[in-house]
């Protein structure tokens, strides 16, 4: 899950798109209510773009390649390769890896479009896992049942949604058992951990987006992170248009490419932004705790969080059956709010002619009707936090 081009004021979803947001302020117009992303960018890092502008290195160069090892390093990952976004991540990687026509890639319904239209745009067919209805991400069950019955699985794409990673153990297992790649879509899980180990470094390869609302951010820019110098190798070389990564300022492309590249401006900003991100991420998981603990008589479901597993909170995403009058109870006390996402991919009109997209997936269905992501981000003041929990709790004693 990753990036779109917004519909709707930059920064106001995990994906810049414009489905289902609020953001008007009170009744009263007294103030401008508690937003659903606030994306900082500090002093820091307008110094180091500065110093960028200033040397006139604006291009792919020192600072991408700095970030790259820094990112890989912060991921427990031995490489890292740069692009400029999440979705050009996802499918720089799945070129990488060999995608291409009659391969079926199995990936979860209830994600940002991204996901699967990578695998679409790789020349793959995106084959759908229905969801676990607490982590909302797909189960190892759906999974082996699929590529039980079918003998075109070249590999698997768990996303790991809202910040929680998916169920890595067994997805890897089930890959090993059946000769499969696992592709981390990690785009809203910087820093997510399972077993203390972060994501970015749990299957053959993963992808991060930086779009300005994610928990790190570079304006936009993406990351491919994998302890295979193959795939990076690979990577790196589709993204700069087929090049040999040993000469990037050449001119002999030995492959297919594309311009996926990021920017030293862009990188500059995600350098600073990398040094503040387990201070973000703290932030994010100590506004969550605030919430569960406010949260537990009300008949309201609250996010799950395995065993061992460690939540980033890219998103806070409760469930009520009454999801529109709860949106419109927050909206009149002027807290944003988003739904993320609805419609499944599988139900997108963009998906009416992907065969696989017919399949029966209740559960994310489910979901998607049910699901409200509630504001969150580090940014919040302890009034603003104090805001929303009342403006829940007061709707669900009244309604």
Do not use: W
Not at 61 to 78: H, K, L, P, R
Not at 175 to 198: I, K, M, N, P, S
Request: contains cysteine; proline residues 5%.
């Amino acid at each position: 899950m990753t990036d779109t081009e917004p519909d709707t004021e930059l920064g106001t979803g995990p994906d810049g798109d414009a489905a289902s947001t609020t953001n008007t302020g009170p009744a009263d117009g007294t103030d401008d209510g508690v937003s659903i992303a606030a994306p900082d960018v500090s002093a820091a890092a307008i110094e180091r773009v500065e110093s960028v502008i200033e040397r006139g290195a604006l291009a792919a160069g020192d600072e991408v390649a700095a970030f790259e090892d820094e990112f890989a390093s912060f991921c427990e990952a031995d490489r890292g390769v740069a692009t400029s976004n999440g979705t050009t991540a996802l499918h720089a990687a799945l070129e990488a890896l060999g995608v291409g026509e009659g391969d079926a890639v199995v990936t979860s319904p209830f994600s940002f479009v991204a996901s699967a239209n990578a695998i679409r745009i790789a020349g793959g067919t995106p084959v759908f896992a229905d969801i676990d209805p607490e982590t909302y991400t797909m189960t190892p069950e759906a999974v082996e049942e699929i590529v039980s019955d079918r003998d075109d699985v070249v590999g698997l794409l768990p996303v790991h949604l809202y910040g929680l990673p998916a169920d890595m153990p067994a997805l890897a297992d089930l890959a090993d058992d059946h000769d499969l790649f696992v592709l981390e879509d990690a785009c809203q899980a910087h820093g997510a951990a399972v077993d203390g180990e972060r994501v970015g470094s749990l299957g053959d390869a993963a992808c991060f987006s930086f779009y300005p609302t994610k928990n790190a951010t570079t304006g936009e820019g993406g990351m491919i992170t994998t302890d295979r110098d193959d795939l990076a190798d690979r990577a790196a070389s589709y993204a700069n248009h087929g090049r040999a990564t040993s000469e990037r300022g050449g001119y002999e492309h030995r492959r297919l490419g594309h311009n996926y590249r990021l920017t030293n401006v862009a990188a500059a900003i995600g350098r600073t932004q990398l040094e503040r991100l387990p201070a973000f991420n703290e932030a994010r998981r100590e506004n969550a705790a605030y919430y569960d603990d406010r949260f537990t008589e009300l008949s309201l479901e609250t996010p799950t969080v395995p065993s061992g597993y460690r939540h980033v909170y890219h998103q806070y995403t409760v469930r009520t059956a009454d999801r529109d009058g709860l949106q419109r109870a927050l909206e009149s006390r002027g807290v944003d709010t988003a739904i993320y996402y609805d419609p499944p991919i599988h139900r997108q009109p963009a998906y009416e002619t992907v065969s696989t997209a017919a399949a029966d997936l209740p559960r994310a269905e489910r979901a998607a009707e049910t699901v409200l992501s509630l504001p969150v981000h580090p940014g919040l003041s302890e009034r603003d936090r104090r805001r929303v929990a009342e403006a829940v709790r007061n709707y669900a004693f009244t309604s």
